[in-house]
């Protein structure tokens, strides 16, 4: 089975930094895009793009984060990495991996992980 297994969430301090890692595994042909988007709190908020790696290599980073993530991935093109600096009290929410992946016996299509709460506090 296809898993998207996420770490580095947690709390953060205002002007920190974050570092999310993703891994997909599993029986896999291929993978296109990979990267994160995010739920932030209410009222009314709509998941959005944080950073994605493309699948040649094309990054696409949020409105509102561009100047302040990086992302990678890996040569296998499996683990995306971000990087956030500069955390601000808006940045609070829950943060999902996703990717487009083309698995045995299955059709493209994109894989979600769980989603790893981020909380930006004093």
């Known amino acids: 089975q296809v898993q998207l297994v996420e770490s580095g969430g947690g709390v953060v301090q205002p002007g920190g930094r974050l570092t999310l890692r993703c891994e997909a595994s599993?029986?896999?042909?291929?993978?296109?895009?990979m990267g994160w988007e995010r739920q932030r709190q209410p009222p009314g908020k709509k998941r959005e793009v944080v950073?994605?790696?493309?699948?040649?290599?094309?990054?696409e980073i949020g409105d509102a984060v561009k100047g302040r993530v990086n992302i990678t991935r890996n040569d296998a093109r499996n683990v995306v990495t971000l990087e956030m600096t500069d955390l601000e009290l808006s940045d609070t929410g829950v943060y999902y991996c996703?990717?487009?992946?083309?698995?045995?016996?299955?059709?493209?299509?994109?894989?979600w992980g769980q989603g790893t709460p981020v909380t930006v506090s004093s």
């Open positions: 599993g029986p896999i042909l291929a993978i296109g895009a």
């Open positions: 996703n990717a487009g992946i083309r698995a045995t016996n299955m059709p493209y299509r994109v894989y």
């Open positions: 950073a994605m790696v493309l699948e040649h290599g094309s990054l």
